[in-house]
């Protein structure tokens, strides 16, 4: 039901419309009547009313004055006024204001009037649902962050949304009527020359289009904006294109994410340097190169020595900052001609795209070796870090990438097992020995499961009364099919993989439960001695590790020694003085191993709470040697005298080097000349029994 306000103090025009109202056919109508137009004002507040017939005469207003005063207050209301015949000129007056119509007096009576009442609200509901979608299509377009210009059938601006004032710089207000190619200028992004609208394509050839890829919008500062778009023709009900539209969005980030990530595609996110897919593409193409001109390339393929030492003390953050450090120099030892890529971890390999007989690679290598020897800055912490090189040349080594690299790698594995820190050229039978360090690898990741380890214990004598004052466990390995395995053939590759940590701590474990067994069984073990590599000792749970495994077996730590070589310890020298401390707070007691092979600084020295140096073996075996005086032996003896440190000779295999010791005062020795290394169960007999013979004497 529909409510119409009738506001008029003639009564009997107000009789007349009602009446005719009420009897419509296309009714019903529901009346309010209001005389003054401030009533009609209240009654609109509080009243939901359809539509408004009025008179423009009222006792407290008259004219136009009352529709603009009915109009701003109900602008959504369709309103009608009502006219005198002979003024029919303020009805039209009305109408161009706003009204919906006007009514002359004399025809109030008539059948029309109901349904030409009718015709305005459905009008006007039609007018009100069409402005609600025309606002939420604007409220659409300016929320998207996509463009969007509109033109007439001339190619004149005739919209745009918020995104495409900003894109452009034009307002919508200066931009309406301008030819869009003025409003929306296009260059071509390699040429910079002018490319034609698509807005005139669509408008000659009626059908949608797009730009050209590379399309770059100049910008009415004179700024540029990388662009894509779609352009399509506007259809009026009829089909007839009246104008176009395009739409279009920036795509500068885009395009620079998609060139980024292409980079990254190619290159390590940490050293910024080629990857293996991008080095991989650059060694065929010198290949291809190298073809035609009959010449030589050469790789270098690089692993940092001991690495994984500094990542498990100082963190992998310290470990990042050093390889980037590693990469700047890598870089400065090549021409800008060759590649320097990092494979992964630890690893790098650098391609010299001109080189005859390896005598370019030789020099590149003796120059990184060189640059690695000065200390890396990193977070407060001077490191060092070596190299090991492996190069292979082509086409002496390999005709393609893969097999190239293959042998680099493998050249690089001989440089280690030939002490680290040097290069050597692939050889042939160097695949040979890579193979066997494969198979070797894999078998020993099975090894402690299959329990194919074991411990042989060498006794530790006083050299003044002959008693055993302690052991070295010493680790064998029994393949099934191999038979005893030497630990100079697996415990590099076991450092080189890290299985030496769960081996270790095998041996930790098992040495420890044999002492404290011999305890219980009333022998005197004495103390029982553990290598430690640098792997475990540098890994952050270590001395927990050790703990741990004391709680568990129940020996004392003072029947514990553990055995540090003195590079190790050296390598780190202030963190290795943390990592002692902790230990000797514990009650362990600490041993320098292979005391004198490396380049220990006495104040370190004097720092590290050591209990034992062990004299390496090969100064011992220098005493009564044809060129060998044994004047290192005696001042590493004279050096632990004073220092107040047990000092151990190894390697003790002949009378005249045990006199010599003992001339000199060392303490301990150790040796074939006292016993082998034995099993359990025998040197259980030999704590027994006590050393035999006359050597000691």
């Given amino acids: 039901m529909n409510r119409i306000l009738i506001i008029t103090n003639v009564a009997a025009d107000a009789d007349i419309l009602e009446n005719v109202l009420q009897k419509a056919t296309d009714g019903p109508f529901e009346i309010e009547r209001a005389t003054r137009l401030a009533e009609g004002l209240t009654l609109l507040k509080t009243q939901h009313i359809d539509a408004i017939l009025v008179d423009l005469s009222l006792p407290d207003s008259r004219g136009m004055d009352s529709f603009h005063r009915l109009f701003s207050a109900v602008p959504y209301v369709p309103i009608l006024t009502l006219n005198s015949e002979d003024d029919e000129v303020l ?14 007096k004399g025809h109030f009576g008539s059948y029309l009037v109901p349904q030409s009442l009718r015709n305005v609200i459905q009008r006007k509901a039609v007018e009100e649902r069409l402005y609600i979608h025309k606002a939420r299509a604007e409220i659409t377009l300016n929320s998207i962050s996509d463009a969007v210009i509109g033109t007439d059938l001339a190619g004149n601006v005739d919209y745009m949304n918020g995104a495409a004032e900003r894109m452009t710089l034009w307002s919508r207000a200066e931009a309406r009527g301008h030819p869009i190619s003025e409003v929306m200028t296009l260059l071509n992004g390699d040429s910079q020359k002018t490319e034609t609208n698509p807005v005139k394509v669509v408008l000659t050839q009626g059908k949608p289009t797009s730009l050209v890829s590379g399309t770059v919008l100049l910008r009415r500062d004179g700024s540029e904006v990388a662009i894509e778009d779609s352009t399509a023709p506007i259809h009026d009900s009829a089909g007839r294109m009246v104008g176009a539209v395009i739409v279009f969005h920036d795509i500068t980030a885009s395009q620079a994410m998609a060139v980024k990530m292409a980079h990254l595609a190619q290159h390590d996110f940490l050293t910024n340097l080629p990857n293996r897919v991008l080095l991989t593409d650059r060694i065929e193409q010198a290949i291809g190169l190298a073809k035609r001109r009959n010449s030589q390339i050469a790789l270098l393929f690089l692993d940092l020595d001991h690495f994984k030492h500094i990542n498990d003390s100082l963190g992998h953050a310290a470990g990042d900052k050093l390889l980037q450090s590693v990469a700047k120099r890598l870089t400065s030892c090549v021409r800008s001609s060759d590649t320097v890529s990092r494979q992964g971890g630890d690893e790098f390999v650098i391609l010299l795209t001109e080189d005859q007989g390896g005598a370019y690679a030789s020099l590149t290598a003796e120059k990184i070796l060189a640059a690695m020897g000065a200390a890396h800055s990193i977070a407060k912490n001077e490191l060092h870090v070596t190299t090991s090189i492996g190069i292979s040349i082509y086409p002496a080594d390999g005709l393609d990438a893969e097999t190239l690299i293959k042998n680099a790698d493998t050249a690089m594995y001989q440089a280690k097992e030939k002490g680290r820190n040097n290069f050597q050229f692939f050889k042939n039978e160097m695949n040979i020995r890579a193979v066997e360090r494969q198979v070797i690898e894999a078998n020993l990741r099975f090894a402690l499961e299959r329990r194919e380890f074991i411990l042989h214990y060498q006794a530790k004598i006083n050299l003044i009364t002959g008693a055993i004052t302690g052991s070295e466990a010493l680790l064998r390995w029994i393949h099934p099919k191999w038979g005893i395995v030497p630990p100079g053939r697996f415990i590099a590759i076991a450092e080189e993989s890290g299985l030496i940590v769960p081996i270790g701590r095998w041996v930790l474990r098992e040495a420890c439960l044999q002492n404290k067994h011999w305890e219980e069984a009333g022998l005197q073990p004495g103390s029982i001695a553990v290598n430690i590599s640098a792997l475990e000792f540098r890994r952050h749970d270590f001395i927990e590790e050790v703990r741990a495994i004391l709680l568990e077996t129940g020996l004392k730590p003072e029947s514990l020694q553990l055995e540090i070589t003195e590079s190790v310890l050296m390598r780190e020298a202030e963190s290795s003085v943390a990592i002692l401390k902790q230990l000797k707070q514990m009650g362990v007691l600490l041993a320098i191993d292979d005391f004198g092979t490396g380049y220990s600084s006495l104040s370190y020295l004097n720092q590290f709470p050591i209990d034992v140096l062990k ?83």
């Fill in 615 to 697: 004299i390496d073996k090969s100064f011992v075996q220098d005493i009564g040697s044809v060129k060998g005086n044994g004047i290192i032996a005696s001042a590493v003896i004279a050096m632990g005298n004073s220092l107040k440190q047990k000092v151990i000779a190894e390697g003790v295999e002949e009378q005249a080097q045990l006199q010599f010791l003992k001339e000199q005062h060392c303490e301990e020795g150790q040796g074939y000349i006292f016993s082998y290394p034995l099993a359990a169960d025998q040197f259980t007999a030999l704590l027994d029994q006590g050393i035999v013979g006359t050597a000691i004497h």
């Fill in 91 to 104: 009805g039209r007056e009305a109408v161009q204001h706003g009204s919906q119509g006007y009514l002359s």
